[in-house]
């Protein structure tokens, strides 16, 4: 079955920092890829997602691509802030059948 | 929240003994997934329904039932409980926004404890 693999586990920035975290994939059918943010005691919250036909895709200061060749994918956070800091899980869905990375907590610090 | 809630939000129960949690759903959606949530685990999927009566397995269901008999609920449930079973429970649902686009929302989570 679909295996999804996340890196780094955690990640400390400075405030305005970029911050990339990246997932790879092991079924070369899975077609849709979303991004969740999960801040502490709260439950996930889908922050962005990108189908397979789809190389990149942006909202703000949120970024993901997508190389299904290689079969990666990266959520990239510029600028980043305080508020930023939570949990971050990327997940590739087949079938409807959606498998979560391991997360990664990031840290921004002021 | 997508209308997605669970219960109990919190139990504590002992080892051995059955233990049922629910997810309801009031938005019609047809899938349906429960997912238990542990420190370096991450979201891993324990079954998941396409339906009514339509259900999977996940990635760690060994230990784990469902049902789904209307389409707005969702029952796990762990026949004897163990303490490798503690743990913080999600459910979700997706909204088919697009063909191959669908959103998981996710309900506030059950934490569990077998002692």
């Known amino acids: 079955g679909e295996n999804v693999e996340q890196h780094p586990s955690t990640l400390s920035v400075q405030e305005g920092d970029s911050a990339v975290i990246k997932c790879t994939y092991s079924?070369?059918?899975?077609?849709?890829f979303p991004w969740y943010k999960q801040e502490l005691g709260k439950r996930p919250q889908l922050i962005i997602d990108i189908r397979s036909n789809v190389g990149e895709k942006k909202d703000q200061r949120i970024a993901v691509t997508l190389n299904k060749t290689a079969k990666h994918f990266s959520l990239h956070i510029t600028e980043t802030q305080p508020e930023d800091s939570a949990v971050y899980f990327c997940?590739?869905?087949?079938?409807?059948?959606?498998?979560f990375g391991t997360g990664t907590r990031l840290q921004v610090f002021p | 929240d997508a209308g997605i809630t669970q219960s109990p939000r919190h139990k504590v129960t002992e080892t051995g003994t059955p233990v049922t949690l629910r997810c309801h759903q009031t938005?019609?959606?047809?899938?349906m997934y429960w997912y238990r949530q542990d420190p370096g685990h991450g979201l891993r999927l324990i079954h998941y329904?396409?339906?009514?009566?339509?259900?999977d397995k996940g990635e760690v269901s060994d230990g784990y039932s469902v049902s789904r008999s209307k389409t707005e609920d969702f029952l796990l449930t762990l026949e004897s409980a163990t303490s490798s079973q503690t743990s913080v429970y999600f459910c979700?649902?997706?909204?088919?926004?697009?063909?191959?686009?669908?959103?998981?929302?996710f309900g506030q989570g059950t934490r569990l404890t077998v002692v």
């Open positions: 329904s396409y339906g009514v009566k339509d259900t």
């Open positions: 979700a649902a997706t909204a088919q926004q697009q063909v191959d686009r669908c959103l998981a929302f």
């Open positions: 997940a590739a869905s087949i079938s409807h059948k959606l498998i």
């Open positions: 079924d070369s059918a899975s077609n849709y």
């Open positions: 938005e019609n959606h047809r899938y």
